[in-house]
């Protein structure tokens, strides 16, 4: 089991973004999965924000109030792959991205199962 996403990603206010993240595992126990960042300071796993999530199979979405309007998640079944549009970044998303899975419902996320290695994304005005 490999879990990839892309490498660190340098942008300027304005700008967009697109991380991805594939995992065989993706689907399986019928996991939502998505996307959490943490930023600095943060050194607890627990104080990872969780950002957006959405349903495998079917395709359910749920987005932080942080977030939403400018990011979107998807994904590729077929290639086992989940992706985060972001559009319009700012300086206070820079942060370390995770992609994970686990349980997320409506109204946000309720625990992870397994994570990603993290994507740094910066920010610069």
């Known amino acids: 089991v490999q879990v990839t996403e892309s490498g660190e990603r340098l942008a300027q206010v304005g700008d967009s973004l697109r991380l991805s993240c594939t995992d065989s595992?993706?689907?399986?126990?019928?996991?939502?999965v998505g996307w959490f960042r943490q930023t600095p300071g943060q050194e607890r796993e627990e104080d990872r924000e969780g950002i957006s999530c959405l349903t495998w199979e079917r395709g359910d979405e749920w987005y932080a109030e942080s977030v939403r309007g400018r990011f979107t998640i998807s994904r590729d079944i077929a290639a086992n792959t989940l992706y985060l549009q972001m559009n319009n970044l700012q300086p206070e998303d820079t942060a370390m991205y995770y992609c994970?899975?686990?349980?997320?419902?409506?109204?946000?996320?309720?625990?992870?199962?397994?994570w990603g290695q993290g994507t740094q994304v910066t920010v610069s005005s």
């Open positions: 994970a899975a686990g349980l997320c419902t409506a109204s946000g996320w309720i625990g992870t199962n397994f």
């Open positions: 595992r993706f689907g399986s126990h019928e996991d939502a």
